[in-house]
C-alpha cells in the first residue's frame, strides 16, 4: 500500500510558537487515522495544513505522493467537514450538498441526481428539500459528510465533528461514520480530543501533546504499549507509581515504590524496541484500573499490595474503588459490578493484586493533566 | 403591558413610554399631520386662514403634475423633470454606494484583524466630525475649473485645459456618495460580522471561486444589511439639500432645492409641503417594492 497522505517533518508555527513540531506521519489510502490529543496540541493545526488553509513554516505535505505546497484548499483533492460543519443555512439540504458540483458548472438535474444519490449514502433519502434547520444534529452531521464526499475527495479531513452531538447520538454516529468510510473506501482523517471516538474509529492513532507525535499505532498498541507517560495516562485511565529500578532481568523489571517491590514489563518504544532500564533508574510504573483485582477474585497475579479504601463509586457496568498506599499513593481500581463491595468500608486495608505482565515501566516524564 | 412594566420596574417603565411617546408623537406625528393637512389648503394670508376661502384643495398637487394654469405645457415637465432626475440619480448612488462599499465593509468585518478593523473604522468615522456643508465646500474646492485636480492633471500633462467636473456633475455625485457612506457601511459590516467565517472556508473548500461564494453565501447572508443600508442612503440622499445645493452645476436641479424654494423664497408653505409629501410617499413606496422584489421584511431590516 502507498502513502496517500505523508507529513514530512512538518511544522507550523506562528511567531515564535510552534502549533506543531517536526510531525512525520505516513497515512495509507483507505485507512481511518486519528490525531488524538487535549485541546491546544496542534491537530487541527496539523488539520487546517493538509486541507491548504494555513502553510507549514517548515516540511512537506504529500498527498498521493505530489507535494502540495502553493495548493490552495479548492484545488485539493481533500475535503473538511467542520467542527460546527458550516452548513449554508440559506440553502436546502440539496444544494448543499450538490454545492461543489454548482461550482464546476454541472447541470441542475445532474446535481439533483447526485445530491441524492449522496443522501441516500448517508441514509437521508427523500430529505433533500428540507432547509438545514429543519434536521436534527445527527441529520446535519451526515448532510456535512455527504457535502463533503461529493467532490469526491482522496482525503476526508473531519475537525471534531461529533463534539456537538449528546453522548448517544455519538455513539451512533461513530458507527456510522464508520461504516461510511468502509463504503467510499477513501481515507479519512479524524481529528478528535475524545480518546473513546478515537479508538472506536480508527485503524491507527496518532497521539499528540504540546505540537509533538507522542506515538502513532493501532488502536490496540497505543492502549496497550503505550510508549511514553503521557500516551499511557491520555489515552484511557492509568495508575502511576513512581519508583525506582532496583533490579533487571531482560524485559522485566523490580521496581521498589512507595515500600512495595513490584515485578513489572519495560515499555516499548516504538518500532518494536522496548525501553532499557539499569538499575536506580527513576521510573513510572502503569497500571490500569481494570487490571487490579481484589485479592480474593480470580485472576492470575504475581503483585501484591495492601491499600486502604477511601470510596467505591458506582458507575452502571464497573464500580470504581479508590484507594490509598500510606496516603501517598492514590490508586484506582475497577471491577465488575458484580463483585461484592459491600464490606470495603472506608480506611479498611483490603490486599490487592495485578499480574505483572499489565505493569508497564516506562521512563520519567510528563503526565497527561486532567 | 404588565409583563414590560415588571421587568423594567415602574421607574424605568414610565420614562421609556413618555420619551419614546415623546419623540413619535411630537417629534413625527404631529409635524408630519401638520405638513399632510397643510399640503391640501390654499396659499391664503394668515389673516383669511379659517374663512371661507380657507378649504382643503388638491391644488399643490395639481400644480406638481401639471404646472400653472397659464403655461401652456399639459403637463408640468419641469417640476416631475427634476423630481425623475432626483429619484433616478438617488438609485444610482444607492447602487454606486453600495458597490464601494461591500469591499470596504467585508474586509472590516473579515478579513482584516481586530486592531486593523478598529483603525479603519475609526479613520472612516472621524472625517464625519467635519460638518457636511464644509466637506462639500472642501470637494468643490477640489473639482473646480481651477482646483486642486485640474491643476494636478495640468501638470502633469494628462489635459491641457481644466475640465468642469461642476458642470458635468461629478462633483455632485461624488459628494452625494460620500455624505452617507457611514450608513452603508455599519449595516453592511453589522450584517457580515455575523457571517461564520468556516461558511467562508468550507465554500472554498468545495472548489468555490471567491466571486462565487459572495454572490451564493455572503451576499444572501448580508441581504438584510445591504436591504438596510440601501433604504437609509437612498431616502437621505433622495432627500439631501446641502450636497446638492453647493455641488450641483447651474443647470441641475435637486427636487429638495425646489421643495426650499416654494418655502423660503415663494413664501407657498402649501405648496412646498405639497412637494415634500410627493417625495415622501414616492420614495417609501419604491423603497417598500424593492424590499418585496428582494423578499427582505422590515423586521430583517431593523435587526
Redesign the interface.
Known amino acids: 500500500m502507498s502513502a496517500d497522505v505523508e507529513l514530512q517533518n512538518v511544522s507550523v508555527s506562528f511567531g515564535n510558537f510552534y502549533a506543531a513540531k517536526n510531525v512525520s506521519v505516513k497515512i495509507e489510502k483507505g485507512e481511518f487515522f486519528s490525531f488524538l490529543g487535549p485541546s491546544g496540541c496542534g491537530k487541527t493545526t496539523l488539520l487546517r495544513a493538509i ?1 491548504g ?1 494555513s502553510d507549514p513554516s517548515d516540511g512537506n505535505i504529500l498527498i498521493g505522493g505530489q507535494n502540495m505546497a502553493g495548493i ?4 485539493r483533492p ?3 467537514i ?3 460543519l ?3 443555512p ?2 436546502s439540504v440539496a444544494d448543499n450538498i450538490a ?2 458540483l ?3 458548472g454541472s447541470g441542475k438535474a445532474e446535481r439533483r441526481k447526485r445530491a441524492d444519490e449522496l443522501l441516500e449514502l448517508v441514509a437521508l433519502s427523500g430529505q433533500g428539500d428540507k432547509k438545514v434547520h429543519e434536521l436534527s444534529g445527527g441529520q446535519r452531521q451526515r448532510v456535512a459528510i455527504a ?1 463533503a464526499l ?2 469526491e475527495p482522496e482525503v476526508l479531513l473531519l475537525d471534531e465533528p461529533l463534539s456537538a452531538l449528546d453522548l448517544k447520538l455519538r455513539q451512533k454516529m461513530r458507527t456510522e461514520l464508520r461504516e461510511i468510510q468502509k463504503r467510499v473506501g477513501i481515507t479519512f482523517i479524524y481529528i478528535t480530543h475524545d480518546q473513546g471516538e478515537a479508538l472506536t474509529m480508527s485503524d491507527r492513532i496518532a497521539v499528540m501533546n504540546q505540537g509533538e507525535l507522542e506515538q502513532i499505532g493501532s488502536c490496540n498498541s497505543v492502549y496497550e504499549a503505550p510508549n511514553t507517560p503521557f500516551v499511557a495516562t491520555f489515552v484511557g485511565e492509568n495508575n502511576a507509581f513512581y519508583g525506582t529500578i532496583s533490579a533487571v532481568d531482560g524485559d522485566m523489571v523490580n521496581v521498589s515504590a512507595i515500600g512495595n517491590n513490584f515485578l513489572a514489563k519495560a515499555g516499548d518504544l516504538g518500532e518494536g524496541r522496548k525501553h532499557t532500564f539499569k538499575k536506580n533508574d527513576e521510573v513510572i510504573m502503569f497500571v490500569r484500573p481494570e487490571s487490579i483485582f481484589l485479592k480474593d477474585q480470580n485472576n492470575q497475579a504475581d503483585n501484591i499490595f495492601t491499600a486502604a479504601v477511601k470510596t467505591v463509586e458506582f458507575e452502571g457496568n464497573l464500580k470504581n474503588i479508590y484507594l490509598s498506599i500510606n496516603e501517598k499513593q492514590d490508586v484506582r481500581c475497577s471491577v465488575s459490578n458484580a463483585v461484592d463491595t459491600m464490606d470495603l468500608s472506608n480506611s479498611k486495608n483490603v490486599e490487592l493484586k495485578f499480574s505483572s505482565r499489565d505493569a508497564i515501566v516506562l521512563p520519567v516524564g510528563p503526565l497527561a493533566v486532567d | 403591558m404588565n409583563y414590560f412594566f415588571n421587568k423594567n420596574g415602574p421607574l424605568i417603565s414610565t420614562y421609556l413610554l413618555i420619551s419614546i411617546g415623546f419623540w413619535i408623537v411630537f417629534l413625527i406625528v404631529i409635524p408630519q399631520l401638520y405638513m399632510l393637512d397643510l399640503s391640501f389648503r390654499p396659499n391664503i394670508p394668515p389673516l383669511l386662514r379659517g374663512g371661507p376661502d380657507d378649504v382643503y384643495t388638491l391644488v399643490h398637487y395639481k400644480h406638481f403634475l401639471f404646472g400653472s394654469e397659464t403655461s401652456g405645457e399639459s403637463y408640468n415637465y419641469v417640476d416631475i423633470g427634476v423630481f425623475l432626475d432626483t429619484i433616478l440619480t438617488a438609485i444610482l448612488i444607492t447602487l454606486i454606494n453600495l458597490c464601494f462599499c461591500y469591499p470596504i465593509a467585508f474586509y472590516i468585518a473579515k478579513v482584516a484583524s481586530p486592531n486593523t478593523a478598529r483603525l479603519l473604522i475609526v479613520s472612516l468615522i472621524i472625517p464625519f466630525w467635519i460638518n457636511e456643508l464644509l466637506r462639500s465646500f472642501a470637494l468643490r474646492i477640489l473639482f473646480a475649473g481651477e482646483g486642486f485636480i485640474n491643476n494636478v492633471l495640468i501638470k502633469l500633462g494628462v489635459i491641457d485645459t481644466g475640465i468642469n467636473f461642476i458642470a458635468m456633475d461629478v462633483a455632485l455625485y461624488t459628494g452625494l456618495n460620500y455624505a452617507y457612506i457611514l450608513l452603508m457601511i455599519f449595516p453592511l459590516y453589522n450584517a457580515l460580522e455575523t457571517l ?1 467565517k ?2 467562508l ?9 471567491m466571486i ?1 461564494t459572495h454572490f ?2 455572503v451576499i ?2 448580508a441581504k438584510a444589511g445591504i436591504a438596510s443600508g440601501c433604504t437609509m442612503v437612498f431616502m437621505l440622499t433622495a432627500g439631501a439639500l446641502a450636497t446638492p445645493v453647493v455641488l450641483s452645476s447651474p443647470n441641475t436641479f435637486w427636487f429638495t432645492q425646489l421643495i426650499y424654494q416654494w418655502f423660503n423664497m415663494n413664501d407657498n408653505w402649501p405648496r412646498g409641503a405639497a412637494y415634500s409629501i410627493v417625495l415622501l410617499s414616492v420614495s417609501v413606496v419604491f423603497v417598500l417594492l424593492m424590499m418585496r422584489i428582494f423578499k427582505v421584511k422590515i423586521g430583517e431590516i431593523v435587526r
Open positions: 486541507s488553509f490552495g484548499p479548492n484545488k481533500t475535503s473538511l467542520f467542527q460546527n458550516a452548513l449554508f440559506l440553502m454545492f461543489s454548482e461550482v464546476r457535502r461529493a467532490i | 461564520d468556516n461558511q472556508e468550507a465554500a472554498e473548500d468545495l472548489g468555490s471561486s462565487r451564493r453565501i444572501p447572508h
